[in-house]
């Protein structure tokens, strides 16, 4: 069974940087569509982005220049990289994973991860 782990989450100032990471266990990541959402208190679930596996990649405005999502099939592993972080980016985040890449939406995604926070302070 698929499953999927996040880490380097943590506690950061305005405009710093961080990189998570999405380990993938059971099945090769590079057959799936792969995203990342985030989801504050009382907020519903944002999707964030997604890459394909053609490597094709969409972003939520919001993030757009900001953060970039990447995947190293060799270490079955997806990445987000964020920088210029901002006090409204602070928020768990999840890594998700589906057959096929629908939107970015969470009903588009079968498989999650646990989440990993990132907060960040003004």
């Known amino acids: 069974q698929v499953q999927l782990v996040e880490s380097g989450g943590g506690s950061v100032q305005a405009g710093g940087s961080l990189r998570l990471s999405c380990a993938v266990f059971?099945?090769?990541?590079?057959?799936?569509?792969m995203g990342w959402f985030r989801q504050a208190p009382g907020k519903e679930r944002e999707g964030v982005a997604r890459?394909?596996?053609?490597?094709?990649?969409k972003y939520a405005d919001s993030v757009k220049g900001r953060f970039a999502i990447s995947q190293d099939n060799a270490k079955n592993t997806l990445y987000l990289q964020m920088n210029g972080l901002k006090p409204e980016d602070t928020a768990m985040y999840y890594c998700?994973?589906?057959?096929?890449?629908?939107?970015?939406?969470?009903?588009?995604?079968?498989?999650w991860g646990q989440g990993t926070q990132v907060t960040v302070s003004s």
């Open positions: 998700a994973a589906n057959l096929v890449c629908y939107g970015l939406t969470a009903i588009d995604f079968g498989y």
């Open positions: 890459i394909d596996s053609d490597g094709s990649t």
């Open positions: 059971g099945y090769a990541y590079s057959n799936y569509c």
